[in-house]
């Protein structure tokens, strides 16, 4: 079994389990595997110690408790990373809260996504554009913004896994193609 399928189902799984409870139940449950995870990213012997086979269940058991402490989690989250330890799966704590994130967006309707553009927009341009996305999506867009001076001009909106290059570069080679095709 792939990390990516079990991330995905212990996410669901807790997901799921929050969403018995509230939207705030889910939104908690967020912010503390982001928390985890960031503490795992910050820290390579923390990240270690949960892929290692070498510590026991006891010992992952004792740092998932201070790590709690630490980071002021309790309740769900807690007793879920005690299962992870116990079933061997706490490796997967990064990928689950990823997916875990993934499902919270889909249910509040808000999609993430990265927009590039060959020179840097100021606020009102990229406000202007985000309303104009979120009308013709129907949902809620959180956007990173990039700057790719390679794309020439245009945008590169990547969403997912769907990207729409409505680049200068991306119609120059569909028209060189056409050009070479002599069509």
């Given at each position: 079994?792939?990390?990516?399928?079990?991330?995905?189902?212990?996410?669901?799984?807790?997901?799921?389990?929050?969403?018995?409870?509230?939207?705030?139940?889910?939104?908690?449950?967020?912010?503390?595997?982001?928390?985890?995870?960031?503490?795992?990213?910050?820290?390579?012997?923390?990240?270690?110690?949960?892929?290692?086979?070498i510590f026991s269940v006891g010992d992952k058991t004792a740092?998932?408790?201070?790590?709690?402490?630490?980071?002021?989690?309790?309740?769900?989250?807690?007793?879920?990373?005690?299962?992870?330890?116990?079933?061997?799966?706490?490796s997967s704590i990064e990928g689950i809260a990823e997916e875990?994130?993934?499902?919270?967006?889909?249910?509040?309707?808000?999609?993430?996504?990265?927009?590039?553009?060959?020179?840097?927009?100021?606020?009102?341009?990229?406000?202007?554009?985000?309303?104009?996305l979120e009308k013709q999506a129907k949902r809620t867009l959180?956007?990173?913004?990039?700057?790719?001076?390679?794309?020439?001009?245009?945008?590169?909106?990547?969403?997912?896994?769907?990207?729409?290059?409505?680049?200068?570069?991306?119609?120059?080679?569909?028209?060189?193609?056409?050009?070479?095709?002599?069509?």
């Amino acid at each position: 079994m792939t990390s990516n399928i079990v991330a995905r189902r212990y996410a669901r799984a807790l997901f799921t389990l929050g969403k018995r409870t509230s939207l705030q139940e889910l939104e908690n449950n967020a912010a503390a595997l982001e928390s985890i995870r960031t503490a795992v990213a910050a820290s390579p012997d923390l990240a270690q110690v949960f892929r290692s086979p070498i510590f026991s269940v006891g010992d992952k058991t004792a740092i998932i408790k201070a790590l709690a402490k630490k980071l002021k989690f309790g309740g769900t989250i807690l007793n879920f990373c005690l299962l992870l330890a116990e079933k061997k799966r706490l490796s997967s704590i990064e990928g689950i809260a990823e997916e875990y994130n993934g499902l919270l967006d889909a249910e509040k309707g808000v999609m993430r996504g990265q927009l590039l553009t060959a020179v840097t927009l100021d606020e009102e341009h990229k406000k202007a554009l985000v309303a104009k996305l979120e009308k013709q999506a129907k949902r809620t867009l959180l956007l990173n913004f990039g700057v790719s001076p390679e794309i020439l001009g245009g945008v590169v909106l990547k969403v997912g896994d769907q990207v729409m290059d409505a680049s200068l570069r991306a119609q120059l080679s569909i028209l060189k193609d056409t050009i070479k095709r002599g069509e």
